[in-house]
């Protein structure tokens, strides 16, 4: 069988890799660190006190990228802390996407600056409470602009250097969905609680996404401001210092795997933070699932609400199975947007014929992405499998390598498939032409959004 491609140790990196302005960054795969302590964390009614609980003891920042920010009445919770942490102080961040947010942008920046001596404005700048749009759409005229197809996916949170939240979960209540209105049972999707060596690579991602949101969204009035300024020089190298992603000075023990903020030594966990953008990451989360469904010995279990993976990961998950290993993906059973089932049940035969174990979720909607490799490697995030994810969106996903970590997650999962029903070979009875047409289809659909959007080659 073949062997996990391993993770280059830390001390073995160069230099300029490991103390770097860019460190983490140069490299297009995961490097796993020793020195976290990660906990799951089971939909917004366990992320959203943990957070708001993290965000009252914040003393210097708070960082928080998000693809919605609902405005209902748990959503707001979380509003209210970050008001109350920068009234306090603290320098507070937020990047929202344009499009993800567009039903409840203007309450929530009504909310974020509702503490006295807040000022919340887009694209100027106020005092300790800033809110960035990333890519808004005022107008339908937007979406002609290059790039709109390309949204902030990810949900990150950076407390101080304490402690980082990442995983699937929108800042929305988990019985509501914009779609489909209030739902008895809560969504299933998970969040990770992380402290370590990671979180100042969190907190440096969400730093360039909430820069590229806030000086591209009224970069006219930036370079009037740049022109006219007294020493244009050193303005302007202090926005090319603000859109990069510089380790804070003296953060170079970070880099080498030191936790930061004298972080308990019980916190032996192995963990790596994996993105997607459109520049040097572009394929990073999905070359790290394919690499470990290839060293694959016992198990995958993948969990994803939206699946049409291309050629290469349904490669390795067939490659898998024939070479006994127990491959399960858990689906969605209750779906969201009729395109997206189309598209995975489009594969189930395919996956069928290799032997590939499909499940469906039926309690309720499910919006969770993890995958679960053996006993010992595992990844929650932002990223579905599906173009979107892994071809346009800016995704963000945390790998984490620990036995006990791996063993709670497969608890949490064995819970959830048997909620689930499996698909068996026998009730796919559909016409083959029915079949080769509804494929046809998704493949065309697919191919003509990844063109609009500017992604060529083969997926």
Known sequence: ?????????????????????????????????????????????????????????????????????NDDEQALVVADALVAAAARGVRVRVVIDGFGTKHSRSRIEQRLAASPGIAVETGRPSRRLQLAVFRPIERWTHWLQPGQLRRLHMKLCTVDDTVGYIGGINLIDDHVDLNHGRTEAP?????????????????????????????????????????????????????????????????????????PGGSSPAATMRAALVVRDNVRQRRTIERACVEAMRGAQRRIWLVTPYFYPGTGFRLALADAARRGVEVRLLLQGKADYRLAAWAARALYRELHQHGVHIHEYLPAFLHAKVMLIDDDWCTVGSSNIDPLSLLLNLEANLIVSDAGFCATLATELEGAMADSREVLPDSLREAGWVRLARRAVVAWVAYVYLRVAGVTGRY
Not at 15 to 29: E, F, I, K, V
Not at 58 to 69: D, K, N, P
Not at 203 to 210: E, F, G, N, Y
């Open 187 to 259: 969504r299933l999707d998970y969040a990770l609680a992380v402290s370590g060596p990671v979180v100042e690579t969190m907190r440096q991602v969400v730093r360039a996404m909430w820069s590229r949101a806030w000086h591209g969204s009224d970069w006219r009035d930036a370079l009037r401001r740049l022109v006219v300024a007294p020493q244009p020089m050193q303005r302007l190298r202090g926005l090319l210092r603000e859109l990069r992603m510089p380790l804070r000075p003296g953060a170079e023990g970070v880099a080498d795997g030191q936790p």
């Open 1 to 69: 069988m073949n062997a996990p491609t391993p993770s280059p140790p830390a001390g073995r990196l160069r230099p300029s890799l490991r103390r770097g302005r860019y460190g983490w960054y140069l490299l297009q795969r995961p490097v796993l660190r020793d020195g976290h302590a990660v906990t799951l964390l089971r939909g917004g009614a366990q992320l959203f006190p943990a957070m708001c609980a993290a965000i009252a003891a914040a003393q210097r920042e708070v960082w928080l990228a998000t693809y919605i920010f």
